[in-house]
Each structure stands twice: as structure tokens, then as C-alpha cells.
Nanobody, 129 residues
Framework: QVQLVESGGGLVQAGGSLRLSCAASGSTFSTYAVGWFRQAPGKEREFIGATKWSGSSTYYPDSLKGRFIISRDNTKNTVYLQITSLKPEDTAVYYC??????????????????????WGQGTLVTVSS
């Protein structure tokens, strides 16, 4: 099985930047796509983007493209989410998730029947004004 552990959240001033980490383990993790999601208080879970451990397949919603950048370090088995120009409305719990198919991650928030196999525990990002 694949296990995911998020880290890097905390209290950040508006306008700042933050890099979240999603550390993966398990013998089959490299065959899984990894995505980032967030859930703000009182809001639905939102898809941020997803990538694979190899190749060039990466997907971002147009609404978030630019401030959110997903990268990976295969030597550390870690996928990162770089957030820039943080705004108070970015305050949320940020989760990473893994699934054998990138498509499952991309459509999960619009089709709850498409559920990623593995979720991390989440890391809280709080952006102050």
C-alpha cells in the first residue's frame, strides 16, 4: 500500500510563499499519480492539481494556474506544492492524495464516485492579513 504524509503548513503572512510536502512510501507508490486538494472552512473540497512521478503529465485548473506549482523530487519520494502570493482566502487544510490514475484525481471533486485510493492526513495553512 501507499502511505502519504503532508507537512509544511503553518501561519503565513499574506503575500508570502509556502511549500508543502507530500512524502510517499510503499512499494508501489511510483506507479501512482499524486494530487493536491484543499478544503477551507465552510467550503467544498477543491482540486489544486496533480502530477505523476515520471513523465510530463501535470494538470492544473485554469482558475488556480500560476500561484500553485506542483513539483516532485523522486530521490526523496516527495511531491511538493509551492504556493505564492498567499491570500487570506487560501486558508484551508491542504491534502495530498494518490491514485493509480491521474484522471481520478482530476475529476474527484466533481464526481465523488471517483475516489482516490490514498489520502494524507492534511496540513493546515493559515494566511493572516
Amino acid at each position: 500500500q501507499v502511505q502519504l504524509v503532508e507537512s509544511g503548513g503553518g501561519l503565513v503572512q499574506a503575500g508570502g510563499s509556502l511549500r508543502l510536502s507530500c512524502a510517499a512510501s510503499g512499494s508501489t507508490f511510483s506507479t501512482y499519480a499524486v494530487g493536491w486538494f484543499r478544503q477551507a472552512p465552510g467550503k467544498e473540497r477543491e482540486f489544486i492539481g496533480a502530477t505523476k512521478w515520471s513523465g510530463s503529465s501535470t494538470y492544473y485548473p485554469d482558475s488556480l494556474k500560476g500561484r500553485f506549482i506542483i513539483s516532485r523530487d523522486n530521490t526523496k519520494n516527495t511531491v511538493y506544492l509551492q504556493i505564492t502570493s498567499l491570500k487570506p482566502e487560501d486558508t484551508a487544510v491542504y491534502y495530498c492524495a494518490a491514485d493509480p490514475k491521474l484522471h481520478t484525481l482530476v475529476v474527484h471533486t466533481t464526481d465523488k464516485n471517483m475516489n482516490p485510493e490514498v489520502w494524507g492526513q492534511g496540513t493546515l495553512v493559515t494566511v493572516s492579513s
